[in-house]
């Protein structure tokens, strides 16, 4: 709540995280590409309310917002002072259903907002992936690494398309002089994941709130590193107005094992409803999975002066919240 603005997840969630308003003079236009998606719309979120003092329940409508409904594989043409490029599928179940439109969405899709960079002069800041280091021989993972991925992997659609889109920025810096920025990011949760995402963290969630068994693939030894959407958020807008033109990491150190993962859900999921009785399952291991993912976050706090300020247990809490509702809306 600050003041007359105020969102809401869902009863008993934690405040929103604070936003600095920004004077009138250095309101920009900004187009953020994949604005409706998970990370997308809590990134519109925070633009808004750094920009307007309005009610901000729901933006549709709103003076200062526009909706577009378009895929980026096409070119467009709109006069804006930054562009957040974020659409793309991102979670393995969706982008391997449809690879070739994943590539198409990789390179055509950072192409146009390229050259729309270009034609317009706007910054551009490319959400890319810790996935563009493949299946890691580094630990944690430096900027300075060039990565580890299999070209004709299943999850290659994505890892390449990424990678490219990368050089594509990169390219059109040297050659054309866009002002390009380049965010690494990391796994992220946080409420509005979709219901049929189909990573780790929702399967869990859900799972564990409907008690059935945790579906571990393999082991569940491999480890990732858990950021909350709030802090990527913050990290992003960070980039977009720093002088940072190399690629960053965004993402948090705390690191588990997928099966310490598991078993974090499953208490917090008998907190939120005095019982849980899932058990782990362990299920065939997938191909290419990534064993293990950490960012070295350094640079970030260096030259952004970012850290992640969620830690992964609240953030769960708050995620778990968030599907609790959704399931009981369901029912
Ligand atoms: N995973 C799992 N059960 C699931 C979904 C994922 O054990 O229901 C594992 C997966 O094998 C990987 C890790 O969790 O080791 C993270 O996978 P996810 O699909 O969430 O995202 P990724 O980081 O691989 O893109």
């Known amino acids: ?8 997840y869902q009863p008993g969630a934690l405040p929103y995280p ?3 308003l920004l004077n009138p003079i250095e309101k920009k236009r900004v187009l953020v590409t994949g604005g409706a998606g998970f990370v997308g719309s809590h990134l519109v979120d925070r633009l808004m309310l750094m920009g307007s003092k309005a009610n901000v329940a729901h933006w ?7 909706l577009i409904r378009h895929d980026v594989v096409d070119p ?28 198409k969405t990789g390179f055509f899709g950072t192409y146009n907002m390229l050259g729309l960079s270009k034609r317009v002069k706007a ?5 890319s992936t810790s996935e563009i280091y493949g299946d890691p021989e580094e630990h944690p993972q430096k900027e300075s690494y060039w990565g580890h991925v299999n070209c004709v992997g299943p999850r290659a659609c994505y890892d390449e398309g990424k990678r490219v889109a990368e050089t594509l920025a990169y390219s059109y810096n040297r050659q054309d002089n866009v002002d390009v920025r380049v965010a690494r990011i990391f796994n992220t949760f946080g409420p509005r994941m979709n219901w049929n995402d189909g990573r780790v963290v929702s399967n869990f969630i859900l ?30 807008i960070l980039l977009m107005n720093s002088d940072c033109k190399e690629p960053v990491n965004i993402g948090t150190q705390q690191e588990f094992t997928i099966n310490e993962f598991a078993e974090m859900v499953i208490d917090l999921a008998k907190k939120e409803t005095g019982k849980c009785d899932s058990k782990l399952i362990h299920l065939p291991a997938l191909e290419d999975d990534p064993q293990r993912r950490k960012p ?9 002066n970012w850290e992640p300020k969620w830690n992964v247990v ?6 778990l919240k968030y599907f609790k509702t959704q399931l009981e809306e369901r029912l």
Do not use: M, W
């Open 123 to 127: 910054r551009f800041l490319l959400a």
């Open 18 to 20: 604070p936003v600095k």
């Open 76 to 103: 467009i043409l709109v006069e804006v002072d930054q562009i957040y490029h974020l659409a793309c599928p991102a979670s393995p179940v969706h982008y391997q259903s449809n690879p070739v439109k994943t590539l």
């Open 296 to 304: 070295d976050n350094s640079r970030a706090k260096e030259q952004l």
């Open 314 to 319: 609240d953030g769960l809490a708050e995620t």
């Open 207 to 236: 799972q564990a709130l409907k008690d059935e068994d945790l579906t571990v693939y393999g082991d569940g030894k491999s480890t990732r590193s858990f950021q909350y959407v709030h802090d990527l958020v913050d990290g992003l």
């Open 1 to 8: 709540d600050r003041g007359n603005v105020t969102i809401t």
């Open 60 to 66: 549709i409508g709103h003076p200062n917002f526009e």
